[in-house]
């Protein structure tokens, strides 16, 4: 599975995004973003896997492989 992810410093902030596809690269794709002062990049990461929990991030992961 494609995974991908971007952390920026925007100013006092930092803006984290990541991008799960399917396996092989089929669809679907799911995404989270987060934007916190940049000295929280914890609760950024952490709002980011919530996002993609809440997405079916496991069974898209852990999938059968002829998904």
Excluded at 21 to 49: F, L, N, Y
């Amino acid at each position: 599975s494609p995974i991908a992810a971007l952390a920026e410093i925007i100013g006092p902030e930092v803006w984290l995004r990541a991008v799960i596809g399917g396996r092989d690269g089929h669809p679907p794709t799911i995404c989270g973003d987060a934007k916190r002062p940049a000295g929280q990049m914890t609760e950024a990461v952490t709002s980011v896997i919530e996002q993609l929990q809440e997405q079916g991030v496991a069974k898209l992961l852990n999938g059968p492989a002829d998904m």
